[in-house]
């Protein structure tokens, strides 16, 4: 029987259906986190081991980055979120750091008072903030003051953008219609590294740096090795393996968050692309390395939907990597993309969840396998 916490904090909307462990204790939700992950993967749950999380006074204030949608009520601005036709607002979410919420505030307070101005979403990103325009056509500027300007560089924004998309919905993003319309292009994160309006981040730097730790000391890359990062982001963990003097190659989908890598890790050679279309690629180069006496290992950090099947195909056909560090986000789709690779010459060595989102049923895991030798079959 779960602890119930009887009173919720300051600011959290009851309505609100973004943080469902509210209301548990600390011990209760990362326990059921943990039974949701062995329930998932049933063939390895011994291997499952307690969820990693921070302390509890830092479970709450944690997000700097927050997506939300834009409603003009006919009075003031509101950032929130629908359920079906109902329009919840959270104006000052206890999840949220209180400079996010205060950033909030200070663009609600500002925008135009009229529909008009075609606000959709807000998406805010450490330093970077985007005002997604469900139109063609570009707002007014006359609202952004020197006093507005100033509020947000106190807070801590770096880049404020409009974005034009008249189509936007569950995307919300496009790649045109991208706009500066006040302060710098790219911030650094908490590891130095550039990062854009668009680029994806971990939350939790503390977490998400132990689990580079815990990749990094499994895969023991080094001048012998040849470290492949697929879906590597800004180059937060490509750094990682650079920095062992491993040669690396890195995949990434999106056009900002490739240069940004780019530029964090020269060293690296990045491509831009889904991973399934730059399989060919991915071939030649690690055959190119296992032929220079180069050990092959993998780093992947998937979206939900996991490994691609031609991804899948090419680790257990042809690229055949020692080691492998699997940072997933949905225990579902890890669970089957284990049983293709378990059953495919490798084995599940250890299985660490970590509690990147404190308060919600979400939860990561990082399965680190490694390739059975002949001799042991």
């Known amino acids: 029987m779960r602890k119930l ?46 969820v990693r999380s921070v302390t509890e006074d830092k479970r709450w204030g944690y997000r700097t980055k927050t997506t939300l949608s834009a409603r003009f009520n ?83 924004i ?14 919300i993003f496009e790649k045109s219609g991208w706009r500066l319309i006040w302060g710098k292009p790219r911030s650094t994160d908490y590891n130095g590294l550039l990062y854009g309006p668009a680029a994806f981040q971990q939350l939790i730097p503390e977490l998400y740096n132990q689990s580079l730790l815990e990749a990094e000391n ?45 530029l964090n890790v020269p060293q690296a050679m990045v491509l831009r692309g889904a991973c399934r279309q730059r399989v060919p690629q991915i071939a030649d180069w690690a055959d190119k390395k296992r032929s220079q006496g180069k050990e092959i290992l993998l780093y992947v950090n998937p979206p939900r939907t996991g490994l691609e099947t031609e991804v899948t195909d090419w680790i257990t056909k042809q690229g055949l990597p020692i080691r492998i560090a699997y940072l997933s986000c949905s225990p579902g789709t890890l669970s089957k993309n284990l049983k293709l690779l378990c059953t495919s010459g490798y084995r599940l060595v250890r299985c660490v969840p970590f509690d990147f989102f404190p308060q919600t049923h979400h939860v990561e895991t990082l399965a680190l396998l490694e390739k059975v030798s002949a001799d042991r079959h």
């Open 218 to 262: 499994f895969l023991n890359p080094s001048i012998q090795s040849a470290v492949i990062d697929l879906y590597c982001g800004t180059g937060n963990s490509m750094l990682r393996w650079a920095n062992q003097n491993a040669d690396v190659l890195g995949i990434e989908l999106g056009g900002e968050a490739v240069e940004c890598a780019r």
């Open 158 to 171: 770096e880049g404020l953008w409009y974005h034009m998309n008249p189509s936007t919905g569950r995307r």
């Open 5 to 50: 916490i009887l009173m919720l904090p300051q600011g959290c909307n009851p309505e609100c259906r973004g943080c469902s462990h509210r209301d548990w204790s600390m011990t209760d939700s990362l326990e059921q986190k943990r039974a949701f992950i062995k329930g998932k993967l049933p063939e390895w749950a011994s291997c499952v081991e307690p």
């Open 74 to 156: 006919g009075n003031v601005w509101e950032f929130g979120m629908w359920r079906r036709d109902e329009f919840i607002p959270i104006p000052n979410c206890p999840v949220h750091a209180p400079e996010l919420n205060k950033t909030l505030a200070l663009l609600a307070d500002s925008f135009p008072r009229e529909h008009l101005f075609a606000l959709a979403y807000i998406v805010i990103s450490g330093a970077q903030a985007v005002l997604v325009i469900k139109s063609k056509h570009e707002p007014t500027l006359s609202w952004l003051s020197e006093e507005v300007v100033k509020g947000l560089a106190s807070l801590g």
